[in-house]
């Protein structure tokens, strides 16, 4: 039995409907529930950003970028490994599925993300993120 990863995944905005639709088409299951909690600097609308964490499958994990960043003493936040996943064999399963996609477009997406093995806390922390949150009906 293969072990799952943890990944905190983070998109921004403009790239979560092709990252959505990527997951969904790749894992209709587990790909259906992605980046639908968005984030922005003050945790309100407009999202800038959209997250997805939790346990990811190894062969996901293997095609995604990761991170590890170190955090200093004075609170400044240094990348000190990163692994650049493996975006042309994502997209030749994107077309291998039926999707219509451009290389450029999941290179994009990859240089655009922030994926890492950090709680989502820290890593919003790192970005200056926040989830955004609506009006609470008392």
Not at 40 to 54: K, Q
Not at 110 to 136: K, M, W
């Amino acid at each position: 039995m293969s072990l799952w990863s943890f990944r905190t995944l983070i998109v921004t905005a403009a790239d979560a409907p092709l990252a959505r639709s990527i997951a969904e088409t790749l894992s209709p299951e587990g790909g259906k529930n992605m980046w639908l909690a968005g984030l922005s600097a003050d945790g309100t609308e407009p999202a800038t950003h959209y997250v997805s964490t939790g346990a990811i499958s190894p062969e996901f994990a293997a095609l995604m970028p990761d991170q590890t960043w170190e955090q200093d003493e004075d609170g400044n936040w240094t990348m000190i490994a990163s692994t650049p996943g493996d975006p042309v064999a994502l997209f030749n399963l994107c077309v291998t599925a039926g999707m219509t996609v451009t290389q450029q477009e999941i290179d994009d997406v990859f240089a655009n993300s922030d994926v890492t093995e950090q709680e989502p806390q820290v890593a919003f922390g790192r970005l200056g993120l926040q989830i955004v949150t609506g009006d609470v009906d008392a």
